[in-house]
């Protein structure tokens, strides 16, 4: 069974009309709820909805296949305040709304030996976008970012497709 948990974007900062300028992602679990401090400081994600002050995003329950050393410093550091050792580090958790390096088997036209995918909630199940992932490549699949923190993956996903 696969754990249940959440990551969600938040809004930090507002322009003039009170549109979100700056994000923050926050981790989402049983003790989000353990800290009142939190609660009051994301009070835009209460009740539970999406909106354009607070995007949740679900685990799937698959990690990619980073390696410790691939992981930046502030990577490395954040698991290692969180309790863990390198050790046992075994991946990143992927989320929906990640963006994913897919390697292809059968690129077709396509030139690229891999494709950027989206992981979407496709009820009932998560899928990628437009790419799917071959099981026997999801040991290879790695998550290159998301589409809130980076935008600019999904222009050039966009451009890749009109190709």
């Not at 939190?38 to 679900?58: A, G, H, K, R």
């Not at 989206?118 to 009932?124: H, L, Q, R, S, W």
């Not at 290879?140 to 998301?146: A, C």
Request: aromatic content about 12%; some cysteine; overall charge negative.
């Amino acid at each position: 069974m696969r754990e249940i948990k959440f990551r969600a974007i938040v809004a930090t900062d507002y322009d003039e009309n009170d549109k979100p300028i700056n994000h923050k992602m926050i981790e989402w679990s049983d003790d989000f709820f353990s800290d009142s401090s939190i609660v009051t400081e994301y009070s835009d994600c209460f009740p539970v909805s999406d909106s354009e002050y607070c995007q949740l995003m679900q685990y799937i329950g698959l990690k990619d296949n980073t390696k410790w050393e691939e992981l930046t410093p502030l990577e490395q550091q954040n698991w290692i305040n969180k309790g863990y050792s390198p050790e046992e580090w075994n991946g990143r958790e992927i989320y929906e709304g990640d963006i994913l390096k897919i390697p292809c088997n059968d690129c077709g036209d396509h030139k690229q030996n891999e494709h950027n995918a989206v992981v979407v909630y496709d009820a009932p199940e998560f899928v990628t976008s437009p790419y799917t992932i071959d099981g026997f490549f999801l040991g290879e699949v790695k998550v290159i970012g998301n589409i809130h923190e980076h935008p600019e993956l999904l222009e050039e996903l966009n451009a890749r497709d009109k190709v």
